[in-house]
């Protein structure tokens, strides 16, 4: 496990990079990312959206281009304070604090659910996709963005010391092992490393 994927040790280390996460979230996570990957997504003007780990509301701004009625939720206070800053504690956005593998929500509740940035942190990533998946209504959506795997062994080690990096076939054993068997994987990326991100795309089991 790496060092961030410590809950405690996420929060702390959130604590001060919230203060500049937006400039340099820029270099590896752009609106044109964000952007298509929201055409991806595929949300309608009457869906219900969940947004896990949603920081300084960064991808929320752009679910809000596609829908009015988007829950935020990120286990850091102070990511959250960056969100309420931008967008309100309450209208439009419902922020929530609160953890990816415990969500605070009915089964159902919510017809897609996104999440980019999130699950590298997360301790256990099958749990947690397992818990947006009872959360999202059968036949919903559920977009993750995470970090690519480096393509070197150097590289791997080092990143896997931080949090977790992974590539499309862990990818599809996380999903499968949480309940889903229908995803799909693409790749985004600033124009020096346009696969840095890996994109998964599934749908929740009828």
Known sequence: MGVLEDK???RTFYRYLSRVYDTVNAYIWNAEMRDEALDWFDADADDRVLDVGCGTGFATEGLLQHTEDVVGLDQ?????QKAWAKLGKHDPVSFTLGDAERLPFDDDA??????????????????ALAEIRRVTKPGGTVLIVGPNEPHTSVGQSLA???MLFYDDEEADEMFHDAGFEDVEHRYLGPWYKPDIAIVSIATVPE
């Open 76 to 80: 850091s206070v102070h990511q959250l």
């Open 8 to 10: 405690a040790r996420a």
């Open 160 to 162: 896997d010391a931080m």
């Open 110 to 127: 919510f017809d897609k659910t996104w999440s980019s940035g999130s699950i590298e942190y997360w301790p256990n990533p099958a749990t």
